[in-house]
């Protein structure tokens, strides 16, 4: 993948939720009766200004995309005239200034609830919860998990596929204790499993928590029989036809399906003899890979599908969707649960259960983004709502400059009876910005030693 690949999907993501997050305390603002001056995308200089309706709001696009605001009428900011003092925001009521500053990240937990909504509301294909053979004297192999069974719950939470099954897992296993897996096999045949997550550190240095258990996804054992052959591929051309199945490429025999992807890939433009079984008679015949550039580097292809691919992509794959109520409720579960993890792992960094290896900056970000992005639009759209949950959680936090901070001198405002005072309200924002540089380099720190790690 080009550079742009990740910068354009990054950039995209970056932009929604940052419209998405003022939009919502321009709304409540304007709700509130405030005079809003101006909804910037980006801080800066403004490289690009309009003006539009009645009070004249400047929509300006600045020089630094990393973030947004809305610039409100305020007379702690600039003299306001006396006819337009009560749409000063510092004229409002605290319960509305409570209001226009926490719709900003609760913008961003209704947008990621509207994402889930959409998606399960359409439908949308997943790997299902099947496990393959257990990786050796590991955690699932003392569980007695088997190859090809199927997760039905986990402690008695109902699992439909391999994302949700990794979810619980993830849940869990900050608890480090032992959990009940409820698993099905092909003989309909249901077993509950005990697997200990006693050994299971949840850190992006480490391995996914489900390699770290020894789980290993369903892999089907496919034969090496073709399928639909391309019209004019190099299969085709070399006289390879629907049903062949291929014994050996060159020197070696072929045990499956995986086997002859792996020859063909690592021979573009290279001339191979493909010995097949036709009919019970064996035939031999030379074929020549395509070159096709794939991830920056050239491989090759035949143009041929493995054959029953639709059935066993049925074994693989589910398509998880529910209707305009329960998608709805799914949506906002999902998106509570996502928020109450990520406000569990922060705490848990802070007294240290947790390893700050955990935190990520723009680098991984815009790396998940271009991943998710070529891996569909259904996947682009979760990394979409996971990013603007998290966006959520972080300007909730009660760190001043943060929407949090601001929220937290408004409660102590209704408890004390009045506003806190200009000298606190500045040394709180020189705490804020710096606590909020330290962060922001500590992730770039981890984004910079993961890129050299990988």
Known sequence: MSLLDYLIPFALALGIL?????????????????????????????????????????????????GGYVKMLDEREAPVPGDELHRAFNRQTVWRRIAIVAAGPLANFVLAIALYWGLY?????????????????????????????????????????????RWQLLQHAFERR?????????????????????????????????????????RPNVPAVLGALNAGGAAERAGLKSGDRVLRIGEKQITGWADLVEIVRDAPGVELEVEVLRNDVPAVFRVVPT???????????????????????????????YDFVDALVKGVEQTWDTAALSLSVLGRMIVGEVSVKNLSGPVTIADFAGQSAKMGWAQYVKFLALISISLGVLNLLPVP???????????????????VSERVMEIGQQIGMALLAALMAFAFYNDINRLVAS
């Open 18 to 66: 940052i419209v998405v997050h003022e939009f919502g305390h321009y709304i409540v603002a304007r709700l509130c009766g405030v005079k809003v001056l101006r909804f910037s995308l980006g801080f800066g200089k403004p490289l690009l200004v309009w003006r539009s309706g009645g009070d004249g709001t400047e929509w300006a696009l600045s020089a630094f995309p990393l």
């Open 121 to 165: 509301s359409g439908g949308v294909e997943e790997l299902r919860a099947r496990l393959g053979v257990p990786v050796a004297a590991s955690a699932a192999e003392r569980s007695g998990f088997i190859d090809g069974e199927l997760v039905r719950s986990v402690d008695g939470h109902p699992v439909a596929t391999w994302q949700e099954f």
């Open 178 to 218: 032992i959990v009940t897996v409820e698993t099905i096999n092909a003989r309909d045949e249901i077993a509950f499993r005990s697997l200990d997550l006693a050994g299971v550190h949840v850190d992006q240095g480490e391995q996914d928590i489900s390699a770290q258990l020894g789980l290993r996804l369903y």
């Open 291 to 321: 070159p096709v550039k794939e991830r920056g580097r050239t491989i090759g292809r035949i143009g041929v599908a493995v054959a029953d691919a639709e059935i066993r992509r049925d074994m693989m794959f589910t398509t998880v969707q």
């Open 401 to 419: 400059v943060l929407d949090g901070g601001h929220l937290l001198y408004y409660v102590i405002e209704i408890i004390k009876g009045g506003p």
